[in-house]
């Protein structure tokens, strides 16, 4: 559900390549994570492979959080 919404957020106020490179990061990590999942490797890495997953989505998160919260301050104001 927060990865919906952090989609229609990045989608709707056009943000900058900074948030696009780090979810294609992120994405690439996911990706491989699946199509390595029946490996007898990724069955040990399964937490690590999440925690690097949700490290990468750290940054594009505040970037969107702090962008919502001054979208609102300026409507709110208008």
Excluded at 48 to 73: F, M, N, R
Aim: net charge positive; no cysteine; glycine share 8%.
């Amino acid at each position: 559900m927060a990865l919906t919404g952090y989609m229609g957020a990045k989608r709707s106020s056009g943000l900058g390549k900074n948030v696009d490179q780090t979810q294609s990061a992120a994405n690439l990590l996911a990706g491989d994570a699946i199509l390595n999942y029946r490996t007898v490797i990724s069955f040990a890495h399964d937490e690590k492979i999440i925690q690097d997953y949700l490290s990468l989505l750290v940054a594009p998160q505040k970037e969107v959080v702090k962008s919502s919260h001054i979208t609102g301050v300026l409507y709110g104001m208008s």
